[in-house]
């Protein structure tokens, strides 16, 4: 039971976790830190498995369970978070607010603690006298649209689970790659922080409900759509076969040295565009074949 690739598994689900309380304290910028960590121990989970010869069903349920924590009910959480957020500027952008910014404290951390704070105080209708917030009506409960994402990354894995043909390619949108997209957009709030100019209208712009919420949707059904996307599942190394796969990881390594972080949502969109055209040309060979 306790195999180190078992370990591994465990290890994901512990950095789950640990982004879900740094998130709920404020810390939504170290989410991200330990998302990347749970994505190294998913790959190394498996990839030990397969090499000590040791995989088998109670690896792949601990997976899912790990996966579920990680990948499903973390990016919801962020979205939930980033949904009080705007809503905290909205509030605070008004002429009858009692508070004149968002950002209160000198630390972003602090400061997004702060709004969660006041939000969950008005929710629970135990709202804070000396601060109000007054989150109210759309403010208020727009963020439970963010838990579509956990409750499709729940089928999306399950579905991953029994269905056979996700062998060299993925049917729908991984979670992984869901919670990627979904954890660059923290980093451009903290990049954002004490800033002005471009960095500052991409961040809040990310953030609208209009642009925020139809990412989540976009996504979530993205999980258990029936679309073919790349898997990065060498059957061999040669070129022929693998152009798309090739394409995906060296431009993706050129944008991320270029533009750091913020290379994950354009490398998102690249891996969905490619995945797409890959597909025009494999059923097109394959009516070469039959033809």
Same mark, same amino acid.
Not at 35 to 53: E, N, P, Q, S, Y
Not at 227 to 238: D, E, N, R, Y
Not at 258 to 285: Q, V
């Given at each position: ?25 404020? !810390? ?21 498995? !397969? ?94 649209? #963010? ?8 089928? !999306? ?11 060299? !390619? ?32 991409? #961040? ?26 790349? #898997? ?60």
């Amino acid at each position: 039971m306790f195999s180190l690739p078992n370990i591994l598994t465990a290890s994901n689900l512990i950095c789950g976790i640990l982004a879900i309380l740094f998130s709920m304290m404020g !810390r939504i910028d170290m989410a991200p830190v330990f998302i990347t960590a749970a994505l190294l121990f998913d790959f190394l989970d498996g990839f030990l498995a !397969r090499k000590m010869g040791i995989s088998g069903e109670l690896g792949k349920q601990l997976d899912s369970l790990a996966d579920m924590v990680t990948f499903g009910v973390v990016p919801g959480v962020l979205c939930f978070i980033l949904l009080i957020i705007n809503g905290g500027v909205e509030i605070t952008s008004l002429p009858e607010s009692t508070i004149s910014s968002p950002y209160l404290y000198d630390s972003f951390g602090m400061s997004v603690h702060t709004i969660i704070s006041f939000y969950f105080a008005d929710l629970t209708g135990n709202p804070i006298a000396s601060a109000p917030f007054h989150f109210s009506g759309t403010t208020l409960y727009l963020p439970f649209i #963010a838990l579509l994402i956990p409750f499709f990354s729940l089928f !999306r894995l399950a579905k991953f689970n029994l269905d056979t043909r996700q062998s060299d !390619r993925f049917l729908g949108l991984p979670t992984p790659a869901n919670t990627l997209f979904f954890m660059a957009i923290p980093l451009f709030l903290w990049d954002a922080w004490g800033e002005t100019g471009w960095k500052v209208i991409i #961040a809040e712009l990310l953030i609208k409900p209009t642009v925020l919420i139809s990412f989540i949707v976009l996504f979530s059904l993205l999980l258990v759509s029936e679309i073919p996307l790349i #898997a990065l599942k060498f059957k061999h190394f040669s070129w022929k076969g693998n152009e798309f796969r090739y394409v995906l990881i060296l431009v993706s390594i050129v944008l991320f040295v270029l533009l750091s972080f913020r290379a994950i949502p354009i490398i998102l969109f690249l891996y969905l565009i490619l995945s797409i055209t890959d597909n025009f040309f494999e059923k097109k060979r394959k009516h070469e074949i039959q033809g």
